[in-house]
T-cell receptor
């Protein structure tokens, strides 16, 4: 069974800093990995989907990398803003899986 | 452009009652999913559907029933609600089945959630 760990569980940084969120997973036989953000009391918003054939995916100030062999993905946020405050979830998509296996998330606070 | 909607957004019920949570999507996505989110457990899959009239169980399906008579709707029913089913429920949809193609069509889109309290 796939297990997903996200480190750190919580992070508070001043506005403007670049930061890295980490995701590790136990079963490296995955197809894709998806990163989401969740705002308090809201649903999940898809940020990036990295296909297993890719190593990186970029969207604006966000850059996600994937190293399947080591079971790791990172989400890099450049020039953080208070609006980036949210919980960030990673979800690897495994072979034969009919859903995503989610980590418990990193709760991010960007201080103005 | 409604996307994916859930109703009700909030529900309070009593132990033993039947409750139905609704999910509707306007994209004509083939795949739909129900998850529950609990503190300490994260998001867990309850049921999914690959197409109308095709459904399958997820990790935590006991006590839940689903149906999918139309592509755009995927209701979730708690047959006899229990306190352990107090949770936030999310519906999601995708063009392609997860883990089937490795394509971007596997991106899942989530509804706003239904907060259910069982007393």
């Amino acid at each position: 069974k796939q297990e997903v760990t996200q480190i750190p569980a919580a992070l508070s940084v001043p506005e403007g800093e670049n930061l890295v969120l980490n995701c590790s997973f136990t079963d490296s036989a995955i197809y894709n990995l998806q990163w989401f953000r969740q705002d308090p009391g809201k649903g999940l918003t898809s940020l990036l989907l990295i296909q297993s054939s890719q190593r990186e995916q970029t969207s604006g100030r966000l850059n996600a990398s994937l190293d399947k062999s080591s079971g790791r993905s990172t989400l890099y946020i450049a020039a953080s803003q208070p609006g980036d405050s949210a919980t960030y979830l990673c979800a690897p998509i495994g072979r034969g899986a009919d859903g995503l296996t989610f980590g418990k998330g990193t709760h991010l606070i960007i201080q103005p | 452009d409604a996307g994916i909607t859930q109703s009700p957004r909030y529900k309070i019920t009593e132990t033993g009652r039947q409750v139905t949570l609704m999910c509707h999507q306007t994209w004509s996505h083939s795949y739909m999913f129900w998850y529950r989110q609990d503190l300490g457990h994260g998001l867990r899959l309850i049921y999914y559907s690959a197409a109308a009239d095709i459904t399958d169980k997820g990790e935590v399906s006991d006590g839940y029933v689903v149906s999918r008579s139309k592509t755009e709707n995927f209701p979730l029913t708690l047959e006899s609600a229990t306190r352990s089913q107090t949770s936030v429920y999310f519906c999601a949809s995708s063009e392609a089945g997860i883990g089937t193609s490795g394509s971007r069509g596997e991106t899942q889109y989530f509804g706003p959630g239904t907060r259910l309290l069982v007393l």
